[in-house]
């Protein structure tokens, strides 16, 4: 959904479980945003492609990483030996 006055980047766009893929995705939100402001005739065609092609990798991340903090916050420590569930 695009809204003309207010536009996520990076940590702000995806949320997700602080699971060290934020600065990956600011990283590449802000070059996307720059390859689309300098590739379009107005800000708002830029903006509008920049979250066309954010928005949906931004969910996809998040169905991956939905449950991934549960790990983080659980009072056990997780048991690492067991590379099958890699």
């Known amino acids: 959904m695009h ?4 536009t996520l980047l990076g940590d702000a766009a995806h ?3 602080p699971l060290g893929v934020g600065v ?3 990283m590449l939100d802000a070059a996307e945003l720059a ?4 590739g379009a005739d107005t ?3 830029a903006l509008r492609t920049y ?3 954010m928005l949906p990798r931004a969910n996809a991340a998040a169905e991956i990483l ?5 790990e983080l916050l659980a009072p056990e420590v997780p048991d690492f030996s067991d590379n ?3």
């Open 3 to 6: 809204n003309p006055t207010v």
């Open 15 to 17: 949320l997700m479980p």
């Open 24 to 26: 990956n995705y600011a």
């Open 35 to 38: 390859q689309a402001l300098a």
């Open 43 to 45: 800000v708002g065609d």
């Open 51 to 53: 979250t066309d092609t």
């Open 66 to 70: 939905d449950g991934g903090a549960a």
């Open 84 to 86: 099958s569930q890699r």
